[in-house]
């Protein structure tokens, strides 16, 4: 009886071993995975930056682009002065998403970055090339004054303003985000500074 119960538990051993070993090597390459508590994966957002203006609508607002690395990531801080020369004057600056990014932006879920403002509203947009009124989907963001913040917005949360023509939101025709003055504190100067822009897949 003794004899049966030591093989027993030298099997019992020698299966136990195996499974562990077995487990701690199962490790691979480095691939794109859900952090720890079930959160989404995501990657960052690489492309050019590109600043924009009123002046084809007969405006005269200006804007500096001063692009800088934070946290690792590329940042850019933006200032500038929006006047009403045109009467709903505004700047903006697109990033224009290279391949890669690109093909993650068709598949988003959320798109997020941190800030920095001076408390005024502004605006990020998802542009698809099917709305051609420049009323592209939009979300509207801002925080306290001096004070980092971080959004993090579902694409289903982008609205197209009520003044434009509605088109479906079709992620396979999205062209890039970009950023736009909010229309509520117009004339008026603002400084933001964007850093640590992520897809949400």
Request: glycine share 8%.
């Amino acid at each position: 009886m003794k004899k049966t119960q030591n093989v027993l538990i030298l099997l019992s051993c020698v299966m136990f071993c195996v499974f562990t070993f077995s487990c701690a090597s199962s490790g691979g390459g480095e691939k794109a995975s859900a952090p720890a508590g079930g959160e989404a994966a995501t990657v960052l957002y690489k492309g050019t930056l590109e600043a924009y203006t009123d002046v084809n609508d007969k405006g005269d607002s200006t804007i500096e682009l001063e692009e800088f690395e934070k946290d690792g990531t590329v940042a850019f801080k933006v200032t500038g002065n929006v006047t009403t020369a045109f009467q709903y004057g505004f700047v903006g600056w697109q990033f224009s998403p290279d391949e890669e990014t690109l093909e993650s932006l068709k598949a988003a879920k959320a798109i997020s970055f941190k800030f920095v403002g001076d408390g005024q509203r502004q605006t990020v947009k998802y542009r698809i090339s099917s709305v051609t009124d420049h009323a592209h989907y939009e979300f509207h963001f801002g925080g306290d004054a001096g004070k980092e913040e971080y959004v993090e917005v579902p694409i289903k949360s982008f609205q197209q303003p009520s003044w434009g023509n509605f088109k479906r939101m079709n992620q396979a025709n999205v062209e890039d985000i970009c950023w736009q003055t909010h229309e509520s504190w117009r004339p008026g100067t603002f400084e933001i500074t964007i850093w640590d822009v992520r897809i949400h897949l």
